[in-house]
């Protein structure tokens, strides 16, 4: 086993890897809400599977642990609030969607949330560079 600080990731670099993961996950949760409307209301198929509550749940979950750290620790480091705001608008946009019945309002705050929550984490990166 190698204890060389050289062969260990730097934190910038797990940070970076941090953010990079939200913006996907974010991404990929638009994707989802996007297959979801396409496959429920044009195609009728998959309901049961694409508006199962939980994945909405681990979504939110994953979302809320990924930008806890990443943009916890990168205003840590560059002292910027503007990512932390947008992220946590952005969460609660998505946490607000859990409450409203399937349909365009729960695609309208979903896709506004994981936008923000992106672009948190996007400025993110940026200002640690």
């Known amino acids: 086993m190698d204890l060389h600080p050289?062969?260990?990731p730097s934190r910038t670099s797990l940070r970076r890897r941090l953010d990079q993961f939200g913006i996907g996950l974010a991404g990929l949760c638009a994707l989802h809400c996007m297959v979801t409307l396409v496959a429920v209301w044009v195609l009728g198929l998959g309901g049961?599977?694409?508006l199962e509550e939980n994945i909405h749940r681990v979504g939110l979950a994953?979302?809320?642990?990924?930008?806890?750290v990443a943009i916890g620790w990168g205003v840590l480091r560059h002292r910027r609030m503007l990512p932390f705001v947008l992220a946590l608008t952005g969460l609660v946009l998505m946490?607000?969607?859990?409450?409203?019945?399937h349909g365009s309002d729960e695609l309208l705050l979903t896709l506004a949330g994981v936008t923000l929550v992106s672009l948190g984490h996007v400025l993110n990166l940026r200002a640690v560079r």
Do not use: H
């Open 6 to 8: 050289a062969s260990a």
């Open 48 to 50: 049961q599977l694409l």
């Open 62 to 68: 994953l979302a809320v642990g990924v930008a806890a």
């Open 95 to 101: 946490a607000a969607a859990l409450g409203v019945r």
